[in-house]
């Protein structure tokens, strides 16, 4: 059985920092693309990263460029999610997804393991 289990979510000001982890059991993550995604209230859901399964590749949406990073330690099998000079509009539930699909991809379709989210509220 898949799961995946964000931690590291809470509450930073304007500007701070966090690190998300998202541990994995019941899969490898170096065999498994990987990405982040957020849902903010009223929002869809979005992916802000991902990385293939080499972790050659990563994708970044244009909002979090330069701010976020998706990494990954495959003897820990977690996947990272550091988050820097964060702003209000980074606020919203974040989840950690896994699919083996050879590809990166951004659509939430594409992914079969989810988490069940971590917060991140960022207060101004």
């Known amino acids: 059985q898949v799961q995946l289990v964000e931690s590291g979510g809470g509450l930073v000001q304007v500007g701070g920092s966090l690190r998300l982890s998202c541990a994995a059991s019941?899969?490898?993550?170096?065999?498994?693309?990987m990405a982040w995604f957020r849902q903010a209230p009223g929002k869809e859901r979005e992916c802000v990263a991902a990385c293939s399964r080499s972790g050659g590749s990563t994708r970044y949406a244009d909002s979090v460029k330069a701010r976020f990073t998706i990494s990954r330690d495959n003897a820990e099998n977690t996947v990272y999610l550091q988050m820097n000079s964060l702003k209000p509009e980074d606020t919203a539930v974040y989840y950690c997804?896994?699919?083996?699909?050879?590809?990166?991809?951004?659509?939430?379709?594409?992914?079969?393991?989810w988490g069940q989210g971590t917060p991140v509220t960022v207060s101004s």
């Open positions: 997804a896994a699919a083996i699909l050879g590809r990166l991809d951004a659509r939430a379709s594409a992914y079969l393991y």
């Open positions: 019941g899969l490898t993550v170096s065999n498994s693309e």
